[in-house]
């Protein structure tokens, strides 16, 4: 079955210091990663996606993503915090028609 | 262009009554999805309608339901509604330029949302 894991709930960093936001999954067959970002009380906002190709993702925002295939990882990073960051991140992967997130990790980027 | 629109954006409504969410896609694309997303269970898939057609089905009972219209809009019913079901529904459009050929890559854009509070 697909899945994806996010083993951290919550990510402390302070403002100007690059930030890891962990994801690893388990799919069978070709893997469809996606990551987004909510905000309080918004729906989710699309930051990037690896389906294929260079596995260094560039996203919004100056988010980017490194896939590695043998560590079965998709890690959400950025050189350098922002207050404004401070946000839900979802990682997920795509199964048919649908997206199967994980559980969510909080980004608290303290000044 | 504009983004995926949900209304209303807040409801609340007392156990046994029934709700229907509306959801208007980004202009152009066909396939919507529909999410729950609690606390307790974070997000979840309740079903996936391309070209007034249901594809695909989370794991919910019978009492949530929904369609899609010829202009892709798509409604969510939720009927005898219970406590547990106090939730913020996000629906989601996608291109889905295959035509129906299921390829995976196609990227999902989210509305805002619905608060539904039941009680």
């Known amino acids: 079955a697909q899945s994806v894991a996010q083993p951290e709930d919550q990510v402390n960093v302070a403002e100007g210091n690059p930030l890891t936001v962990k994801c690893t999954y388990s799919?069978?067959?070709?893997?469809?990663l996606f990551w987004y970002v909510q905000y309080p009380n918004r729906g989710l906002q699309f930051l990037l996606k690896?389906?294929?190709?260079?596995?260094l993702v560039k996203g919004s925002y100056g988010f980017e993503a490194e896939f590695n295939k043998s560590q079965t990882s998709f890690h959400l990073k950025k050189p350098s915090a922002l207050v404004s960051d401070s946000a839900l991140y979802f990682c997920?992967?795509?199964?048919?028609?649908?997206?199967?997130f994980g559980t969510g990790t909080r980004l608290q980027v303290f000044p | 262009k504009a983004g995926v629109t949900q209304t209303p954006r807040y409801l609340i409504k007392t156990r046994g009554q029934q709700v229907t969410l509306s959801c208007s896609p980004i202009?152009?694309?066909?396939?919507v999805s529909w999410y729950q997303q609690t606390p307790g269970q974070g997000l979840q898939f309740l079903f996936e309608?391309?070209?007034?057609?249901?594809?695909n089905k989370g794991n919910f009972p019978g009492r949530f339901s929904g369609r899609q219209f010829s202009n892709s809009r798509s409604e969510m019913n939720v009927s005898t509604l219970e406590l547990g079901d106090s939730a913020l529904y996000l629906c989601?459009?996608?291109?889905?330029?295959?035509?129906?050929?299921?390829?995976?890559?196609?990227?999902?854009?989210f509305g805002p949302g619905t608060r539904l509070t039941v009680l």
């Open positions: 690896y389906i294929t190709g260079d596995n």
């Open positions: 202009s152009g694309h066909r396939s």
């Open positions: 989601a459009s996608s291109l889905d330029p295959s035509g129906g050929a299921f390829l995976g890559t196609d990227t999902q854009y």
């Open positions: 309608y391309f070209s007034e057609t249901q594809r």
């Open positions: 799919v069978s067959g070709n893997p469809y």
């Open positions: 997920a992967v795509r199964h048919t028609d649908k997206l199967i």
